[in-house]
């Protein structure tokens, strides 16, 4: 039995083909941070494709808020770290 539905990879692609003409809009360097976000979307489209829901864009969208809040975290752990290594008798709260 064949799929009925498109997978949500498949929609990915159809999904990022519709934002060719934006992203050509973008200078050089935005081009790739665009292309970034696209890569976090399919690190995470099993779950997306899980999830089924009717509007894409918003499993797209909390992929890479996902995305974007691990690297908060890591970079909020490593300033920490940072932090403790030039002051390590602070703390770290603010006075």
Do not use: K
């Amino acid at each position: 039995m064949g799929r009925t539905n498109a997978t949500y990879r498949d929609t990915l692609r159809a999904l990022e083909n519709q934002w060719t003409d934006y992203r050509r809009g973008l200078r050089r360097d935005e081009q790739n941070q665009f292309d970034r976000l696209f890569e976090y979307a399919r690190s995470h489209a099993d779950a997306s494709g899980y999830l089924n829901h009717p509007e894409p864009m918003y499993a797209l969208l909390v992929s890479i808020a996902l995305e974007q809040e691990a690297q908060l975290e890591e970079f909020d752990s490593r300033l920490e770290t940072l932090e403790e290594t030039v002051d390590p008798e602070s703390d770290g709260i603010e006075r």
